[in-house]
């Protein structure tokens, strides 16, 4: 069984359309995340939801829009996608946000902006 | 501004050398840190924490932390060419902050 699944695993698309991504977990973690990880490796926090509560919102372009319509799924709308939007989005989920450390990641999203 | 600094690399050790890898960080306040391991590819996996001075051992990884000197690294004993990966060091700085800070990542080679 896969503990966080992402849906689609790529995505490409041209500059000005709007897209999804969406997450799932299945280990009764209360808190999720997402993270955007650049061409570089580098991995940054986007967002996270607590129990359906948004907990952390990163300096992110208004274009990208985070909904958890409950809190074992966390789905992000991007609008009017950018060149720069192109990287690797991971969604992770953890027991609660007080135990941060250990969080599983999803396969990725790729997603591909022309 | 938290910042993780992390040597890019790539690193090249040989097949059963120890591989050092490296983090600095920036806020001296910081209390947990972490080793997760990422294959190309893939979605990073959690490998080590640590939240005081010294050493932890689990098999052949090791983690090491200074506080006074704001850094901490992972050994890794007898490395496998299955090691190769990039390793991401990621600190929790506590507060309520409730989000991890990553590195870059240090890509690790292992030569057979």
């Known amino acids: 069984d896969t503990a966080v699944s992402q849906t689609p695993k790529y995505l490409v698309t041209q500059m000005g359309n709007d897209k999804s991504i969406k997450c799932e977990q299945n280990?009764?973690?209360?808190?999720m995340y997402w993270y955007k990880q650049d061409s570089k490796k580098f991995l940054k926090i986007m967002f996270s939801?607590?129990?359906?509560?948004?907990?952390i919102n990163e300096t992110v372009p208004n274009r990208f829009s985070p909904k958890s319509p409950d809190k074992a799924h966390l789905n992000l709308h991007i609008n009017s996608l950018e060149l720069g939007d192109s990287a690797v989005y991971f969604c992770?989920?953890?027991?609660?946000?007080?135990?941060?450390?250990?969080?599983?990641f999803g396969p990725g999203t790729r997603l591909t902006v022309t | 501004q938290k910042e993780v600094e992390q040597n890019s690399g790539p690193l090249s050790v040989p097949e059963g050398a120890i591989a050092s890898l490296n983090c600095t960080y920036s806020?001296?306040?910081?209390?947990?840190f972490f080793w997760y391991r990422q294959y190309s590819g893939k979605s990073p996996e959690l490998i080590m924490f640590i939240y005081s001075n010294g050493d932890k051992e689990d098999g052949r990884f090791t983690a090491q932390l200074n506080k006074a000197s704001q850094y901490v690294s992972l050994l890794i004993r007898d490395s496998q060419p299955s090691d190769s990966a990039t390793y991401l060091c990621a600190v929790y700085s506590g507060a309520g902050s409730y989000q991890l800070t990553f590195g870059k990542g240090t890509k690790l080679s292992v030569i057979p």
């Open positions: 939801y607590n129990n359906k509560e948004l907990i």
């Open positions: 280990l009764g973690h209360d808190t």
């Open positions: 992770a989920s953890s027991q609660d946000r007080a135990n941060l450390y250990e969080q599983y």
């Open positions: 806020d001296r306040g910081s209390q947990s």
